[in-house]
C-alpha cells in the first residue's frame, strides 16, 4: 500500500493545494478545479490515515464494519480512546473540508468573524445558488439578483478572500452539484451548510448537513462533534429499467421510514442492484435522505464512480482510491441496525405528496388517489432541476421524451421549467442539444440556481390561496415551500415523470400505460425514457465562475454598513446567570407539524439571512397555534391582546419574560437553517420544549444557547396550556443523562411537574452555560 507521502504527491495536482488552483488542462478539464483538498501537505487526514484509524478500530470493536463506519471512524480525532456505542455516545471528529451556501455562509462568516480566527483552518467553499429568484428565465434572473444582492455577495466575496474560503459565483450552480463535480470523492468527510449536503454520498462521501456554528468549530479546527450513527442497510438488488429512475428508489425509502424513520442514522446502500445505478443516480438518492430525517446516506465505492470521476476531470483520484478500496466498502458479514429491501427490477415509478414529502404513490395509482382525496388533477407546472435531479443523465432522459412530443408536434399542456444544477451542466446540455429540445417543448430554462425549489418562484399563474397542482424533481413539498401559496399541492417525483405529466397536463396520466393525443388527432404512447449517463464528449465547463482566495489578505476589507437592511455584525448571546428558569410564558403551542420553513421562513425572507434581527421578524409566522388553529397569531399574556408570534416574542423580551416554544413531533424537520434556532434566542427564547426533535435542528439549538428537552412522557404535551407559566428546575445539577423538570404554573392557581429528557453532552452543557457554542469558543482562545 502506497505511503501516505507519496498518496500527497500523487495528487496534488489532481485536487490543486491551498496557495494556488491548477488549471492543467492536459490532464484535467477546466472544471476540475477542486482546491485545498484533504491530500494537501498539512490536512488532517488522507486514505493512509484513515486506513490505520479503521484498523485501530475494528481491532478494538472486534467485528466487521459497514462503510459508513469505516469512513466515520477514519475521522476520528483520537481512534483509541474514543468511546464508540452507535446511537449513544458522541464522536469527536475531523471533517476534511466545508461548504456553504450563500444564504446559511452569510450568519457562518459573520460567526467566523466574531470568533476573532486569522484564517480557517480546513479547505471552505461559498456557493452563491440560493439568493437568484426565478421570474423571466436565467440570464435576466441571474442579472436582476447580482444587482439586488449586489452588497452580500460583496460582502461574502471579501470575507472568503480575507479569511482563506473559496467563493462561487452567482451562475456557478448549486452548491451540492459544484461539489459533486469538483470536491466530493470517495471517503471524504465533509459538512455543508444546507440539509441537502448528503447528496456527495452518490460518490462515497459520508456528507452532512449542519448549521453555520458546527461549520464554524470545523473551519476553526476544533473537532466536530457528532452522536455516534445508527447505521441502516438499504440492500438492492434487480435493475433499473424504463420508466423507474433512481428517484423513485428515494420514493420508495421515504415512504417506507417516513420524515424521520431515518434520524440519528446513516443509510448505507449495498448489494447487487447498486451497479445498476449511475453515480449522479445515487447522488439523487443520497440528497433526498435528508427527507427522512438521515445523518447521511452514503454508495459504496463502484465503477460507476470511477466513471465520473474520470469524466470530471479526476482521474487521478481513482488511482489512489482503488489502493484503498476495500476501505471504501463495507466489510463481510458487517451488521446493521436495520435492513430494507428493495427489488429494482419490480420497483414502479413513483411520485410523493401532497404536503410532505413521505405520502408515497405508484405513479399508476396517482391519478385515482387525487380524484377521491380532492386534489386538483390538472398540473399547472412541471418543474425539472433543482440540486436533486440536474444531472447530465436527468436531463438526457427527460429532452428523450420532449423529442417524441414534438416529433408529434406537440408541447407540454402545462407550464414547465428546467434548471440546470451548474454552470457545467447548463453549458454542456446547450451544446449538446437537450437546452434545445426542452425549451421547444415550452420549457423556460432558468438560471443555474435552487429557485423554486426553496420558494425563489416569482410565480404569476396563480393567486395565493387558488388550489392547484404542480409537479416537481425537487426533494421537499412542505406546505407554501415552492411559491409561498398554501393550497398549492405540490408533488415530487422524477424528471422523467414530470416531464411526462407536464405533457399530458393532468395527474391522472400514466406514461407506462396511457396514450397522448397529438395536434393532429393521433393518439401516441411515449417509448421509456433514455439517455446516456455522462456526455460522449468531455464536459463543456462554461464560464469560469471561481474565485480562489489570495495568497496573502492583510490588505482585503470586509465591511458592514452599520445602517444595512441585508447585514449585521453580531453581538454575543447573553450567559446562564447560573439559576433556574423560571415563570417563563409559553410564546406558542404548535399544532402539528413544524419544519424550519415553518420556524424561519425562506422565499422572500432570504434576502434578511445576514441581518438577525431583521430575519427574526418571520420567527414561527408559519406555525400553527394549538389555541386557535391560526398562523401568525398569538394571545399576548401580559396585555391580553393578539398579535403576530415575533411582535409577541419582542414584547416579553422588552418586559423582561422570558419564554418557551412548546412543539409536536419531529420538531425542526427540514433545512439545516440555524436561523431557526438564532431567532427564538435573540427574541428572548430559552428552551423549545417537544416530543422529539430532527437532528439538525436540535444540535442547532444548542450552538446557540438555547434548551431543546423533551417530553419524558409524549402525553405530557396535552397538559400544557397557553397561559401556563413554565419553570425549568434542575439546572444547578445539569449533567449528562439527568432529566431536568418543568414546573408547570396553570391559571388557576394549580400546579403540576413533568419530567424533561435532554441529548446534551458536557461539551455542549458548556455551550450552554457559556451562553453560545461561538462564546464558550472565545472563552478558550
Known amino acids: 500500500m502506497a505511503s501516505y507521502c507519496m498518496t500527497v504527491s500523487r495528487l496534488q495536482l489532481a485536487l490543486g493545494t ?47 464494519l459497514t462503510l459508513s463506519e469505516k469512513i466515520v471512524y477514519g475521522h476520528l480525532d483520537d481512534p483509541v480512546g474514543q468511546e464508540i456505542d452507535r446511537g449513544r455516545t458522541y464522536l469527536r471528529l475531523h471533517p476534511d473540508r466545508v461548504a456553504m451556501q450563500d444564504a446559511t455562509a452569510q450568519m457562518a462568516m459573520l460567526q467566523f468573524i466574531s470568533s476573532g480566527l486569522p484564517k480557517v483552518a480546513v479547505p471552505s467553499t461559498i456557493h452563491c445558488d440560493h439568493l437568484i429568484e426565478a421570474q423571466m428565465g436565467g440570464t435576466q434572473d441571474l442579472q436582476r439578483a447580482k444587482e439586488l444582492n449586489e452588497e452580500v455577495y460583496n460582502f461574502l466575496a471579501t470575507a472568503a478572500a480575507k479569511y482563506g474560503v473559496g467563493f462561487w459565483k452567482p451562475g456557478s450552480g448549486i452548491i451540492h452539484q459544484i461539489i459533486l463535480e469538483n470536491y466530493a470523492y470517495p471517503g471524504v468527510m465533509l459538512i455543508g451548510t444546507d440539509s441537502h449536503t448528503p447528496n456527495g454520498g452518490g460518490l462515497g462521501g459520508i456528507c452532512i448537513g449542519v448549521g453555520g456554528a ?39 425509502v421515504a415512504g417506507i421510514l417516513t420524515v424521520k424513520g431515518g434520524t440519528g442514522a446513516i443509510v448505507e446502500y449495498h448489494g447487487p442492484g447498486v451497479d445498476s445505478i449511475s453515480c449522479t443516480g ?45 476501505d471504501l466498502v463495507p466489510d463481510k458479514g458487517c451488521e446493521y441496525d436495520q435492513v430494507i429491501e428493495i427489488n429494482l427490477s419490480e420497483l414502479k415509478p413513483h ?91 415550452g420549457g423556460v430554462v432558468l438560471a443555474n440556481a ?15 390561496g387558488e388550489k392547484n397542482t404542480i409537479v416537481t424533481s425537487f426533494n421537499r413539498n412542505f406546505t407554501a415551500r415552492n411559491d ?88 454575543p448571546f447573553d450567559k446562564w446567570n447560573g439559576k433556574d428558569l423560571e415563570n417563563m410564558r409559553v410564546l406558542i403551542k404548535v399544532k402539528g407539524k413544524c419544519t424550519t420553513d415553518h420556524i424561519s421562513a425562506a422565499g422572500p425572507w432570504l434576502k434578511f439571512r445576514g441581518h438577525l434581527d431583521n430575519i427574526s421578524n418571520n420567527l414561527l409566522i408559519g406555525a400553527v397555534n394549538i389555541e386557535n388553529d391560526a398562523i ?46 438564532l431567532e427564538p434566542r435573540h427574541l428572548g427564547g430559552r428552551a423549545i420544549i417537544v416530543k422529539n426533535f430532527a437532528r439538525i435542528h436540535e444540535t442547532n439549538l444548542k450552538k446557540q444557547g438555547l434548551l431543546p428537552l423533551t417530553f419524558a412522557d409524549p402525553s405530557d404535551y396535552d397538559k400544557i396550556r397557553p397561559d401556563d407559566k413554565i419553570s425549568i428546575i434542575g439546572l444547578k445539577s445539569f449533567a449528562p443523562g439527568k432529566p431536568l423538570t418543568a414546573v408547570i404554573k396553570h391559571c388557576d392557581g394549580s400546579e403540576e411537574s413533568i419530567s424533561l429528557n435532554h441529548t446534551f453532552n458536557e461539551t455542549q452543557i458548556e455551550w450552554f452555560k457559556a451562553g453560545s457554542a461561538l462564546n464558550r469558543m472565545k472563552e478558550l482562545q
Open 214 to 252: 458546527d461549520a464554524v468549530d470545523v473551519m476553526a479546527g476544533i473537532p466536530w462533534e457528532l452522536k455516534c450513527p445508527k447505521v441502516i442497510g438499504v440492500r438492492l438488488t434487480g435493475t433499473l429499467a424504463g420508466w423507474t429512475s433512481p428517484k423513485d428508489v428515494i420514493l420508495k
Open 450 to 464: 435552487c429557485g423554486p425549489c426553496i420558494g425563489q418562484w416569482d410565480r404569476r399563474d396563480v393567486k395565493k
Open 282 to 326: 445515487m447522488a439523487t438518492i443520497c440528497n433526498m435522505g435528508a427527507e427522512i430525517g438521515a445523518t447521511t446516506s452514503v454508495f459504496p465505492y463502484n465503477h460507476r464512480m470511477k466513471t465520473y470521476l474520470e469524466k470530471t476531470g479526476r482521474g487521478e483520484i481513482v488511482s489512489v482510491a482503488d489502493e484503498f478500496k476495500e
Open 632 to 677: 401568525n397569531k398569538v394571545k399576548n399574556q401580559l396585555t391580553g391582546e393578539y398579535g403576530g408570534v415575533p411582535d409577541v416574542a419582542r414584547f416579553y423580551k422588552a418586559n423582561g419574560v422570558n419564554w418557551v416554544v412548546v412543539g409536536d413531533e419531529n420538531y425542526g424537520e427540514g433545512s439545516s437553517r440555524e436561523h431557526a434556532a
Open 18 to 64: 491551498g496557495a494556488k488552483r491548477f488549471h492543467v488542462s492536459a490532464v484535467f478539464s477546466a472544471k476540475a478545479k477542486v482546491a485545498m483538498s484533504r491530500f494537501e501537505p498539512g490536512s488532517s487526514i488522507g486514505y493512509e490515515k484513515m486506513h490505520e484509524n479503521i484498523n485501530i478500530v475494528r481491532r478494538r470493536l472486534s467485528r466487521p
Open 484 to 571: 409561498a401559496n398554501p393550497a398549492t399541492h405540490a408533488f415530487v417525483t422524477s424528471p422523467e415523470i414530470v416531464t411526462a405529466l407536464a405533457l399530458a397536463g393532468t395527474l391522472s396520466f400514466n406514461p407506462e400505460t396511457d396514450y397522448l393525443t397529438a395536434p393532429s388527432g393521433e393518439k401516441f404512447k411515449l417509448q421509456p425514457p433514455s439517455g446516456d449517463e455522462l456526455p460522449s464528449r468531455d464536459f463543456d465547463p462554461g464560464q469560469d465562475t471561481y474565485q480562489h482566495p489570495p495568497a496573502e489578505s492583510g490588505s482585503v476589507k470586509v465591511d458592514v454598513n452599520p445602517s444595512s437592511n441585508r447585514l449585521e455584525l453580531l453581538a
Open 351 to 441: 411520485i410523493n405528496g401532497p404536503f410532505t414529502p413521505d405520502l408515497a404513490h405508484p405513479v399508476s395509482e396517482i391519478g385515482a388517489t387525487a380524484k377521491k382525496s380532492g386534489w386538483p388533477l390538472e398540473v399547472k407546472v412541471g418543474l425539472i432541476g433543482s440540486c436533486t435531479n440536474s444531472s447530465y443523465e436527468d436531463m438526457g432522459r427527460a429532452a428523450s421524451l420532449a423529442k417524441q412530443a414534438l416529433d408529434k408536434g406537440m408541447k407540454c399542456k402545462a407550464q414547465f421549467t428546467v434548471t440546470p444544477g451548474s454552470e457545467q451542466i447548463r453549458a454542456t446540455i446547450e451544446r449538446d442539444g437537450y437546452a434545445k429540445i426542452l425549451s421547444d417543448v
